[in-house]
C-alpha cells in the first residue's frame, strides 16, 4: 500500500503557497505492537492550521520535512491494539496523508455511530465544541442581550450566532458577500447582518446596536474587532476565538485602537483555546446534539476532494471561500 503524505518544505510567508509543502509517495506504515493502521477519510480545514507550521502557538510548530499536522478521521485497516478494531471510525491529528500508524490510547477517539462523518466533524464536532464554549464559558450569554459574532457565517461563527439566538439574544453577524449575509438572517435565524466588504461596520453596528454590544464574539481580530470595541456596552464581554484576518500578516499586526473603552464600559476581552474543554466536550455535544435534532442549529459544511487538493483547500478558508465548515473527502 502506498501513502501519500504533504511534508512541510518551508515556513509560509504570508499566503501559503504549494511550494511551501513537498506532496510525496512512500510505502504504508507497518502498525507496531500497541498501534492501530488509519485509513484517512476526511481531513478537517482549520485556520490555525496556518499558525501550527508558522511557529509554536498552543501546539509545537510541525517542523521542517514533518507531515502537515491535520485533524481528521478515518477508518481503522489493521490493529495490534485490543481496544480498537477493524472497522472503526476514529478521529484524532492523523496528518495530510493516506495512512497514518499510531497508537491511539489518548490521541483517537471512537466517532460517534450513526453520525454522518460531515456532522461528527463540524457542528458535532471541535467545531461545535469551540462555539459552545467559548459563547457559554466566556461570554456568559444572558437572555435579552446583543450578541455580535465576526466570521459569521464560518463555521465556528454560525453555530455561534445560533446559540445565541437558542439563549434568547439578539444576533447580529458580521461576514463577507451579499450571500452570506443572506444565508445569515433567511437561514440560520440572525436577526440582523453586515457585509464588511460592500458596509462601513462601525457604521451599521451604530444603528444596529443603539444600546451597545453585550457579547462580541470574535473570530477575525483587526479592524473588525476595532469597530466592535468602539460600541461595546457596559460590562460587554468580548471573546477572542480567532484572529483570522492577521494569520498571513508579515509583520506584527497593530493592537487594537479602541481598547481603552473596556476601562470606560469595564468590559471583559478573553481568550481561550477549545482543548481546555475538551473533558467536558460530552456536555457541549450533548447539547448540539439536541438542537440539530430539533432543527434548531442548522449545520453548513463544504466538502473538497482529494488529498492532492489540501494546501488549496486550507487556502479557501483565507479568501472566504468556504461556506461553512470546511473539510476534504480523501477517501470512501
Ligand atoms: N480558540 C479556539 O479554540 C478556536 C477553535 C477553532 C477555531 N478558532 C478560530 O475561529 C475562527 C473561525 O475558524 P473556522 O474554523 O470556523 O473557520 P471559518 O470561519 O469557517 O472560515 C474562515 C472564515 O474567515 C473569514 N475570513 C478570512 N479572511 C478574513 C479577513 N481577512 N477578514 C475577515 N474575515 C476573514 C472568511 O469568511 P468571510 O467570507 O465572511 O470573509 C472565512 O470563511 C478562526 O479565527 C479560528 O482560528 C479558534
Redesign the pocket.
Known amino acids: 500500500m502506498k501513502n501519500r503524505q504533504w511534508l512541510l518544505a518551508r515556513r509560509p510567508h504570508g499566503a501559503i503557497k504549494d511550494s511551501d509543502f513537498d506532496f510525496v509517495e512512500t510505502d504504508a506504515p507497518t502498525p507496531r505492537e500497541g498501534e492501530v493502521l488509519v485509513r484517512n477519510l476526511m481531513l478537517s480545514c ?3 492550521q496556518r499558525g501550527w507550521i508558522a511557529f509554536d502557538t498552543y501546539l509545537p510548530a510541525v517542523k521542517i520535512g514533518e507531515v502537515v499536522r491535520s485533524i481528521g478521521a478515518g477508518r481503522i485497516v489493521a490493529s495490534n491494539n485490543p481496544d480498537f478494531q477493524v472497522g472503526d471510525i476514529v478521529s484524532g491529528l492523523v496528518g495530510w496523508q493516506d495512512y497514518v500508524a499510531m497508537n491511539p490510547k489518548g490521541h483517537l477517539n471512537k466517532m460517534p455511530a450513526g453520525v454522518p462523518l460531515e456532522l461528527a466533524m463540524s457542528a458535532l464536532g ?2 461545535g465544541i ?1 462555539a459552545y464554549f ?1 459563547l457559554t464559558e466566556v461570554g456568559r450569554p444572558v437572555a435579552g442581550e446583543t450578541v455580535v459574532v ?8 454560525s453555530v455561534v450566532g445560533q446559540i445565541a439566538k437558542i439563549k434568547g439574544c439578539r444576533v447580529i453577524g458580521i ?3 451579499a450571500d ?1 449575509c443572506h444565508w445569515l438572517t433567511d437561514e440560520a435565524g440572525f436577526d440582523a447582518s453586515i457585509d ?1 466588504k460592500s458596509e462601513d461596520v462601525q457604521a451599521r453596528l451604530k444603528d444596529l446596536c443603539p444600546k451597545g454590544i453585550d457579547i462580541f464574539f470574535d ?2 481580530g ?1 479592524d ?1 474587532l476595532d469597530a466592535a470595541l468602539a460600541r461595546l456596552a457596559m460590562r460587554g464581554r468580548v471573546v477572542l ?5 492577521n494569520y498571513n500578516a508579515t509583520e506584527p499586526s497593530p493592537g487594537p485602537k479602541n481598547y481603552l473603552n473596556l476601562v470606560v464600559q469595564r468590559g471583559r476581552m478573553e ?5 481546555d474543554f475538551m473533558p467536558r466536550a460530552a456536555e457541549a455535544i450533548g447539547a448540539l446534539s439536541g438542537w440539530v435534532q430539533a432543527r434548531r442549529l442548522k449545520n453548513k459544511v463544504d466538502v473538497q476532494h482529494g488529498l492532492e487538493n489540501a494546501p488549496a483547500t486550507l487556502w479557501r ?4 471561500r ?1 461556506e ?3 473539510l476534504l473527502r480523501v477517501a470512501e
Open positions: 482549520d485556520p490555525t471541535l467545531t469551540t467559548g465576526s466570521g459569521a457565517a464560518g463555521a465556528t461563527g461576514a463577507g458577500g452570506k464588511y473570530n477575525v483587526g473588525i476565538c480567532g484572529g483570522i484576518a481568550g481561550f483555546i477549545v482543548l478558508l483565507f479568501e472566504g468556504n461553512g465548515k470546511q
